[in-house]
């Protein structure tokens, strides 16, 4: 039987929000050219969706500046960004943000009507641009609504991109290190109709998010398992930085246990918020002058220290000081969310924790988006741009997104035309598999998986226990192979062989870095030295 397949100009994974400012870019400007979105649940659903604090940009010059920005951004990455890529977005960030208000995103304005700029760790000045708590919402409601009066983009809901394809699979070897490989399109899963589909394409781009589901206590919603990434790494794709996993200072406590974790927008502590212990004393001021407001690695490296000190499961932010009206004027999601579980922040502390939230790193790319493989670009929190070096400054991610797809665009349009689509890409190849009999092989390898990263590859490390980490992952890795070998694909084994994938790449990048950097620590190397990127060749 044949199976499907689609021709695209443009094959975009992704639908948040750097695969549909990509798309819609393209689709202004080059009605003509067919460009096909894939999600792999619905359209909606994403990382960018539950973004909370908003979108840093240089936005009242009087104040604030493009130095003050970039000096920011380059004293949160611990002497690891690409000083050109973060004067590329922060220069062009403030355009960028224009742009999805012209498209219709809403951020909060003052009475006088100006833009009601928040302040968030890490930053000398109120630059962050948001909607109450519910930035992501508005800006993936804006988009959603922009890219459905443009035709030419297609958007395929519940399509499950499996692989990449390369030469390989026209049977020739693909090494790493080969400068000539090149992407025609991908393989995914239609979970509608159970059968995978070949999409080709003159152009791919890679907008699939991060990576949080590889913990056990995550911001990130379940989509989150690092597909693209894996998908690149597999494809011989570079990847580097992945040591660099940040994880948020504030996670709302709940004892019940949530998947993911609510978030307690750090803007909370830019509009007033201060962590404190058990007892009601601060303890920020231990570890960094900036205090509850310090970057983010330091606060969450503090929280995490200040619980194995005291043995409690949490530590607090103390809300009760604040205007409570002004306080639910611009946090009613978080007010909200606090008062469910029993919590009002206007009468008590509200418990928190650290979070795995954002991977810094991922598939390099360059300043145009472009992987190491030809016809493949990559946009989003999947990408290492060098914007965020060690450690990502809060409000960065958004911004970065909007900066490379406008980049990426430019850089396809005046060279599409020159491409072709690939002939004679086989079907895939399900031969010799059979219906999973047991689920629980699967769910059960994931909860090992998330065990494993959880109590050994954390917020501090050390080399016993990357060891151990990357022991079990092996045995988790094997296992896994056997069962994709000889099972029918599901989104839940692509899921889990991914997010095996991203956890090796991460505990076997943090054993390759001999320091402590950013969100890299570990007790054996407390030191800070003179090392660079850690790329995964
Ligand atoms: P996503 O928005 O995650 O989109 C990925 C898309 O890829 C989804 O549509 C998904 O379904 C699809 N996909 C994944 N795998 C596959 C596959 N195999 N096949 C097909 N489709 C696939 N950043 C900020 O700058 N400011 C903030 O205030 C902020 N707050 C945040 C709060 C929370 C709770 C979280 C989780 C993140 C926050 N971030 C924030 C980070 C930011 O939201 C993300 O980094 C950014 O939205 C990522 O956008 P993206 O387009 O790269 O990926
Ligand atoms: C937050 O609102 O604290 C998240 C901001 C970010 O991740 O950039």
């Known amino acids: 039987m044949k199976l499907t397949m689609i021709q695209t100009d443009v094959l975009i994974l992704g639908s948040g929000i750097g695969g549909l400012s990509t798309a819609i870019h393209l689709a202004l400007q080059r009605p003509d050219l067919n460009i096909t979105v894939l999600t792999k649940t619905q359209e909606g659903e994403s990382n960018t969706r539950y973004a909370q604090g908003g979108v840093a940009a240089v936005w009242n010059e009087e104040v604030d500046s493009y130095q003050k920005h ?12 690409d000083e050109q890529i973060v004067e590329i977005v922060v220069q062009e960030g403030p355009e960028r943000v224009r742009e999805i208000i012209d498209w219709g995103a809403r951020f909060d304005k003052t009475q006088a009507q100006q833009y009601d700029l928040g302040r968030e760790g890490g930053h000398s000045e109120n ?10 919402w508005e800006m993936q409601r804006a988009l959603m609504s922009k890219a459905a009066t443009l035709p030419n983009i297609k958007v395929l809901e519940h399509y499950f991109a499996v692989d990449i394809i390369t030469q390989h699979h026209l049977g020739y070897m693909v090494t790493r290190l080969m400068p000539n490989i090149e992407c025609y399109g991908a393989y995914a899963l239609n979970k509608q109709t159970g059968e995978i589909e070949k999409l080709l394409a003159k152009v791919t781009v890679v907008a699939t998010g991060g990576a949080g589901q590889i913990y056990r206590a995550t ?3 379940v989509i989150a398992s690092g597909d693209g990434i894996a998908m690149v790494y597999r494809a011989k794709g570079w990847v580097e930085n992945m040591e660099f996993v940040q994880f948020h200072p504030t996670a709302l406590y709940n004892p019940a246990g949530e998947n993911p974790v609510f978030l307690v927008s750090e803007a909370v502590r830019g509009y007033g918020g201060i ?9 920020m001021h231990k570890y960094d002058p900036r205090k509850s407001l310090a970057p983010r690695d330091i606060v969450a490296r503090a929280i995490d ?12 932010l103390d809300c009760r000081h604040l205007d409570a009206e002004g306080f639910r004027a611009h946090f009613p999601t978080i007010y909200d969310k606090c008062l469910s579980i029993g919590v009002n922040p206007m009468q008590d502390m509200i418990p928190v924790v650290p979070a795995c939230h954002y991977m810094c790193g991922g598939i390099k790319v360059d300043a145009l988006g472009r992987s190491n493989i030809k016809q ?6 999947c990408t290492s741009t060098g914007l965020h070096g060690a450690n990502r400054l809060a409000s960065n991610s958004l911004l970065e997104a909007m900066v490379f797809a406008k980049r990426i665009a430019d850089d396809i349009l005046p060279n599409i035309d ?13 031969r010799g598999t059979t219906d999973p009999k ?13 065990e494993i990263m959880s109590s050994y590859v954390g917020i501090v490390r050390s080399n016993v226990r990357l060891k151990r980490a990357l022991d079990r992952l092996w045995i988790l890795h094997q296992e896994t192979e056997d069962l994709y070998n000889t099972t029918t694909l599901s989104p839940q084994l692509c899921e889990l062989r991914n997010l095996i994938s991203i956890a090796y790449l991460v505990t076997r990048s943090a054993t390759m870095r001999r320091e402590s950097r950013g969100l890299h620590y570990t007790t054996d190397y407390p030191e800070r030295l003179g090392f660079v990127q850690v790329s995964l060749l």
């Not at 962590?275 to 303890?283: A, I, S, V």
């Not at 493949?376 to 929190?381: D, I, P, S, T, V």
């Open 438 to 450: 047991e689920m629980v092989l699967i769910t059960q390898s994931l909860k090992e998986l998330k």
């Open 376 to 381: 493949l670009y990559a946009c989003g929190e």
């Open 127 to 136: 630059r962050i641009l948001h909607y109450k708590d519910l930035t992501g």
């Open 70 to 81: 970039k000096e920011d951004t380059l004293d949160a990455g611990d002497g690891l960004c």
């Open 305 to 316: 220290n200040e619980m194995k000190l005291s043995g409690d499961e949490c530590m607090f």
């Open 219 to 221: 911001t990130n919603p």
């Open 418 to 430: 020159h491409l072709s689509i690939r002939q004679g890409i086989p079907d895939w190849d399900a």
């Open 275 to 283: 962590l404190k212990n058990r007892q009601g004393e601060e303890f």
